[in-house]
């Protein structure tokens, strides 16, 4: 298995432009999570999914972003417009229902200028 | 919701001590404790995790420990090595018959100088 595969690994967007961070997690694992890792903050859970149902999105700092899991295979995290307090590293991580471990992606290091 | 400490925030130390990191939750339903390491341009991985319902587990030079009364749980890596060196994040939760997720500590730079 491929792991949790994340694009691209490194995105540098002007402040106001969209940007679509994309995730394709593990197959057969039906939990997919967002993270955001700061050295401020750590690590911080903005959204996780069950069968491609949103469940929790209390973590999702603003209406600026905003996820989707269209299908068991893929999803996007999308911040518009992006703004420069949005650089960070964003992980996409995955499990499957009965197990405790998250499998996690090697990120996209956003930097907003 | 759920508060972990991790301390300390940076470890070093030379090849072949040993090196503990220490956590402390809040949520007393937590009863799921894993370790993340996390190296340089990756994502974390898990390293090893224990319940609740033991004290103490072992897998080869890193071993972890829960007190539950006290509310805290620690790393030890023994015999330390260059390729220990990353970041480790503790994290707490409460499994049980649904889906509880992780919440996490800030994190520890280990740093294991030949």
């Known amino acids: 298995d491929a792991g949790v595969i994340q694009s691209p690994r490194h995105e540098v967007t002007e402040m106001g432009q969209e940007v679509t961070l994309r995730c394709k997690p593990i197959?057969?694992?039906?939990?997919l999570f967002w993270y955001r890792q700061t050295m401020m903050r750590g690590l911080e859970l903005l959204i996780y999914?069950?069968?491609?149902?949103?469940?929790?999105d209390s973590g999702m700092p603003e209406d600026r972003f905003s996820a989707k899991m269209p299908n068991a295979s893929f999803s996007t995290l999308k911040i518009q417009p992006s703004e420069p307090r949005d650089s960070a590293v964003y992980f996409c991580?995955?499990?499957?229902?009965?197990?405790?471990?998250?499998?996690f992606g090697s990120g996209t290091r956003l930097t907003v200028v | 919701g759920e508060n972990v400490e991790q301390h300390p925030s940076t470890l070093s130390v030379q090849e072949g001590d040993s090196a503990v990191i220490k956590c402390t939750y809040s949520?007393?339903?937590?009863?799921?404790f894993p370790w993340y390491k996390q190296e340089l341009g990756k994502g974390p991985q898990l390293i090893i995790d224990?319940?609740?319902?033991?004290g103490e587990k072992k897998d080869q030079r890193i071993a972890v420990t829960l007190n539950k009364t006290a509310k805290h749980f620690s790393l030890h890596i023994t015999e330390t090595q260059p390729e220990d060196s990353a970041v480790y994040f503790c994290?707490?939760?409460?499994?049980?018959?649904?889906?509880?997720?992780?919440?996490f500590g800030k994190g520890t730079m280990l740093l294991v100088s030949p």
């Open positions: 949520d007393s339903a937590s009863n799921y």
């Open positions: 991580a995955s499990t499957e229902t009965g197990s405790s471990g998250y499998t």
């Open positions: 994290a707490a939760s409460p499994i049980n018959s649904g889906y509880s997720t992780l919440t």
């Open positions: 999914f069950n069968n491609n149902v949103p469940i929790d």
């Open positions: 197959s057969g694992h039906d939990y």
């Open positions: 224990i319940r609740s319902n033991v």
